[in-house]
């Protein structure tokens, strides 16, 4: 349906390959959460994986610093329709992190969670072999505690939101259980080329 | 929330534009397939180009569920913006847009949860409070609310005089402004950015400590905001946060 007298303010055509269907270009760096800031500081945080209820393996901050550190360069993707591209991250992949646990993913869900009690679900397949880290830098500097810090998850193939802040663990699941905004009215996977970005949404 | 989610795009014909502040102008749709809603919650716009370009955006919900089919949106107008130009610059009564909704679970208050709630809201952030205010009174709720709503000045203040006769009711709703750029016009308002005291003194309005505490605005307010209500004595946990910007 076309709006009568809109034009809209397209972004140049070079760029649309880039920008998934009903996203716009920002420059900025928009901040979006369901409650305050937790300010976490790095001597008090941990992450913790585990099989369902089970702790497999419990690093502290200068423990998970000493993880290899990598390099991931990515366009991010947030459901409330900004797209920014280019954004430089480091941190540790969420497969250097099994390898020091010494264990390959036990099942095909994961549960990500976070300081202040938020969660979100990612398939484990979409975590591992490179494409998801738990990031500590953002252009080379500690994540500030609006953008997540100290440390936040990294899934920047699907919605921004399943990149958790303030991360304090990752826990393996049987089932795809839905996390905090799945369960009010977000997808439960959310991809954002396919514009999954409500419940039910193909 | 079910509802939300199996909410398709509907075409929605503005029914009626009223302008509230200089910047701010709501506009009044009437979809074509009315839904419920709760306060609070929002809508997504999608404006589509002749050449197929579509633009979308979400809208916080200004009017109270009881309001009947009409969805009211108090947009504000971006100089740079894309979309809010559009509503402020060119669309009319008549014209129809398409139009996704009710969208959101968390930021959301109905008259049956507990309170005493404390709203927080800076500039155009109090447009999902408003729904609150609205719906309260509509269901005529004994439930005790402040709400600390920060403008620059007194004629940016959305839904002034509405808020001003609400709080002149005296039944259990406190209204109190700050104008960051103006001196308070009533006694009891404030001209500063929130602080600790401020909320510490709009606490001490309610009967009770809030069971739940909203706060809506720029990502620079919600982040002062949230920090003084922590510093203020509420938990975290009673917290619940909305921002646009960056």
């Known amino acids: 349906m076309v709006t009568r007298g809109f034009s809209g303010r397209r972004p140049p055509t070079d760029n649309d390959a880039r920008i998934p269907p ?37 690093w502290n901050w200068a423990e998970f610093n000493a993880l290899p550190l990598s390099k991931m360069t990515r366009d991010i993707h947030c459901v409330t329709a900004w797209t920014k591209f280019d954004t430089p991250w480091q941190g540790v992949l969420v497969d250097d992190i099994l390898a020091d646990a010494g264990i390959e993913p036990p099942t095909d869900f994961t549960l990500a969670h976070s300081f202040d009690g938020y969660s979100t ?69 959310g991809d954002p080329w396919r514009e999954q970005r409500y419940t039910n949404d193909p | 929330m079910s509802e939300a989610a199996q909410s398709p795009w509907q075409t929605a014909i503005i ?81 129809e847009v398409e139009l996704r909704g009710p969208l959101g679970g968390h930021f959301v208050w109905s008259s049956s949860d507990e309170g005493p709630l404390l709203l927080v809201g800076g500039g155009s952030g109090v447009v999902p409070l408003m729904s609150m205010v609205r719906h309260r009174a509509a269901r005529k709720s004994a439930v005790a609310v402040a709400l600390v709503f920060s403008a620059r000045i007194w004629d940016e203040v959305i839904f002034r005089d509405e808020l001003i006769g ?42 009770a400590p809030p069971r739940l505490a909203f706060v809506c605005g720029s990502n620079a307010f919600v982040s002062a905001a949230a920090q003084a209500l922590i510093d203020a004595g509420i938990a975290p946990e009673v ?4 921002r646009y910007g960056v």
Do not use: C
């Open chain 1, 22 to 58: 009903g996203q716009y270009l920002e420059q900025g760096f928009p901040v979006l959460s369901a409650g305050p800031t937790p300010r976490v500081r790095a001597e008090d945080w941990s992450f913790t994986l585990k099989h369902g209820p089970r702790p497999i393996k419990k």
């Open chain 1, 121 to 189: 679900n990612v398939p484990t397949k979409d975590l591992t072999i490179g494409k998801a880290m738990v990031a500590l830098l953002y252009e080379g500097k500690p994540i500030t505690a609006d953008h997540g810090g100290p440390a936040r998850l990294l899934v920047p193939h699907l919605y921004f939101w399943k990149s958790a802040k303030w991360l304090t663990g990752l826990q393996f699941t049987a089932r795809d259980e839905p996390g905090f905004w799945e369960l009010r009215g977000y997808h439960i996977y």
């Open chain 2, 15 to 95: 029914s009626r534009v009223e302008k509230r502040t200089p910047r701010v102008t709501s506009f009044f749709f009437q979809p074509s397939r009315p839904f419920a809603y709760l306060a609070g919650q929002h809508v997504d716009v999608r404006l589509t180009a002749p050449d197929g370009y579509q633009a979308r955006r979400s809208y916080s919900i200004a009017s109270a569920p009881e309001a009947g089919e009409t969805i009211e949106l108090a947009i504000e107008k971006l100089e740079d913006g894309e979309v809010s130009p559009f509503f402020h610059d060119v669309a009319a009564v008549g014209d």
């Open chain 2, 166 to 207: 609400l709080d002149d009711r005296k039944d259990g709703f406190n209204l109190v402004l700050t104008l960051t750029r103006e001196p308070a016009r009533r006694p009891s308002d404030y001209a500063r950015r929130v602080d600790v005291a401020m909320m510490v003194q709009a606490i001490g309005r309610l009967p």
């Open chain 2, 239 to 242: 917290i619940r946060t909305e």
